[in-house]
């Protein structure tokens, strides 16, 4: 679609200054630039790219001054005021069409997509419809009846799918973010072909209401944008629990915690990593493995089979009549209408039965037992984002079996209902842009945009924005000094309760730290003396106000919640031990802390070996 119409003639902001992310551009109005310059130097930036592939609707300049001229004196109560972002056309927008990519489907909806109306509340404004694979059944981007985007960062380059118009859009700088859908990696695979940040939050977190759907059941709208913090930042505006979804569900989006200490990580070994042949890939992979384990992760490879076997049932599965059942009525009717790949992949349905189905969700069943098993212990997941990069030659040539290996990494994580977050990494030595992927469980997108903002920090450079010290108004601080801190045995219960990690601390100058006697597992009391005294290691922790009694239920005695002083004066309740539960107990306060007294265990155990 050209663009040169839709320029005014009123351009006043140098293209090389469009603001490209949240904190820029809010910077920019505080200082005096209208959201009226920012939205005709974004148009005119689109001129200046010219690819008609981007946008399937792109709204008239017009119309889109008159809504940025009403939002009035900049309010920067309003998270998203004067935010330009793009829509999937698989997502309603009241005023736009909404095609699926595909004409004959085409609707026009009267309200915005539940998601759209909660980004707006908050002060963006929508452009357009962005183009994508048709139906959102594809990781290419090459599946359009459209003209097909160009990669953002080498047009030889799949532009990845199904969200393709979102990624490229993002990439090229145009707005600071975009929507897609995800449902087997397509808010993942074009972040990792333009170089950018592709979020997949937790499956219901935010709701499906005015979204055409692919998978009804896998669906989540995704957010495209240049950092980890803007892509959270959008995802929790727009998350929020919908009655009238049937698939929502109350996710709760807090501030993101602070990175941990020493993350536990685990990634595929070498027998089940998939790179069909890229070997820079694989090389990029493993610096950047390397890069985490510098700062302080503790990296364990894990057998990746089950997932991949995850990942295969996704389109060779029964889930393929999910999609079918979209457009079965389009299919029977005109099948014409449907872009050839799509209608072949979707057409398989035909041949599946109910008992198909059944037989598939027993084996899914099974197998997320068994990746639940794999994935106890760690913190996250850490994956290429890709496996290998395709060309549109190639594409041209094998429309399917490239697509199909795109998934390898993407696709099994809305089936074991997990959360993910792709972000770009060093470049490889060709140029092309590096990407993983950390998942996590479902609940842990804050987490991982933590874990993603301090990797983005190591591998540029560039200090990531300051994570929030403080518990939120909902949440109470929570000092902790044994088998609950991060990576030891416990720390699963304040994660499953939804605590997030602030920050590491240490207690004032007055108190013991003890072995209790028992076990195992071994457990530390932490006691305040009279007099003497040590400054004992812990970490401070944020926990909703509602988890605090389930946390109480789980302590033991002689342990209990109460007042701990820290070295910095202030006071925070923590895990304390009754001075009766000391009978049989070691002193262990000269090693500092839990870990410094594991650690001593660890050397006595090996030199008695």
Not at 22 to 39: E, F, K, N, Q, S
Not at 201 to 227: E, W
Not at 312 to 340: C, F, K, T
Not at 444 to 463: H, K, M, N, P, W
Request: hydrophobic share 45%; glycine share 10%; charged share 20%.
């Amino acid at each position: 679609m050209s663009v040169d119409r839709f320029i005014p003639a009123d351009h006043a902001l140098d293209l090389e200054d469009l603001p490209c992310t949240l904190a820029d551009l809010h910077t920019a109005y505080a200082g005096g630039i209208t959201p009226r310059a920012v939205m005709t130097a974004l148009l005119a930036r689109l001129a200046e790219i010219d690819d008609p592939g981007i946008f399937i609707h792109l709204e008239e300049a017009q119309t889109l001054l008159a809504e940025v001229d009403a939002l009035g004196a900049f309010d920067p109560a309003r998270p998203l005021w004067g935010v330009p972002f793009a829509v999937k056309d698989n997502i309603d927008v009241a005023g736009m069409p909404t095609t699926a990519g595909c004409d004959a489907f085409t609707r026009y909806p009267q309200a915005d997509a539940f998601a759209v109306a909660r980004l707006r509340e908050a002060g963006a404004i929508p452009i357009g419809k962005t183009n994508l694979d048709q139906f959102a059944t594809g990781l290419v981007g090459t599946r359009t009846p459209y003209p097909v985007p160009r990669n953002a960062l080498d047009p030889a380059i799949v532009p990845g799918g199904s969200s393709s118009g979102s990624a490229v859009v993002v990439a090229h700088g145009v707005v600071p973010f975009a929507l897609g859908t995800d449902t087997a990696g397509s808010g993942r695979v074009p972040a990792a072909l333009n170089g950018i940040v592709g979020l997949k939050p937790t499956l219901g977190a935010v709701s499906a209401g005015g979204v055409v759907p692919a998978c009804r059941t896998l669906d989540t709208i995704s957010v495209f944008a240049r950092s980890a913090e803007d892509a959270y930042a959008v995802c929790a505006v727009m998350a929020g629990y919908d009655v009238a979804d049937a698939y929502a569900r109350p996710v709760r989006m807090a501030p993101p915690p602070a990175p941990l200490p020493a993350p536990r990580i685990a990634v595929p070994d070498h027998a089940s990593l998939r790179f069909f042949g890229d070997s820079l890939q694989a090389e990029s992979f493993s610096a950047t493995l390397e890069t985490l384990r510098r700062r302080g992760a503790a990296i364990t490879p894990i057998d990746f089979g089950p997932f991949h076997e995850v990942a295969q049932m996704l389109y060779d599965g029964a889930w393929v009549a999910e999609r079918y059942s979209v457009i079965a009525e389009l299919m029977e009717s005109d099948p014409d209408a449907i872009h050839p790949v799509t209608r072949e992949v979707v057409g398989k349905a035909r041949e599946m039965s109910a008992t198909d189905a059944f037989r598939a969700i027993y084996r899914l069943a099974e197998l997320r037992r068994l990746c639940a098993q794999l994935m106890a212990g760690f913190d996250y997941l850490v994956v290429p984002s890709i496996p290998r990069f395709y060309s549109c030659a190639d594409l041209a040539a094998d429309p399917v079996a490239p697509n199909s290996n795109l998934g390898s990494y993407t696709n099994f994580v809305n089936l074991l209902d997990l959360c993910a977050l792709t972000i770009p990494v060093a470049r490889r030595e060709d140029g092309r842009p590096g990407s993983v992927t950390l998942i996590g469980p479902a609940g842990a997108d804050g987490r991982l945009a933590a874990e993603a903002s301090r990797l983005t920090q190591a591998v540029t450079g560039i200090a990531a924005p300051a994570m929030p010290p403080e518990p939120a108004d909902d949440e109470m601080a929570i000092a902790v000094c044994g088998a609950h801190m991060s990576g030891l045995p416990l720390n699963g219960q304040l994660l499953e309760l939804g605590g997030r990690f602030l920050r590491e601390s240490r207690t004032a100058h007055g108190y013991g730290f003890h072995a209790l006697a028992g076990g195992p597992p071994a457990r530390p009391g932490l006691v305040r003396r009279e007099s003497g005294g040590h400054a004992i290691a812990l970490e401070i922790w944020a926990l909703p106000q509602t988890a605090i009694g389930a946390l109480l239920a789980q302590i033991p005695a002689p342990l209990g919640l109460g007042r701990i002083a820290l070295e910095d004066g202030s006071l925070v309740t923590g895990f304390l031990c009754e001075s009766a539960g000391l009978a049989g107990a070691q002193d262990i306060s000269g090693f500092g802390g839990w870990r410094g007294y594991l650690a001593s265990c660890q050397v006595g155990d090996a030199a008695r070996a």
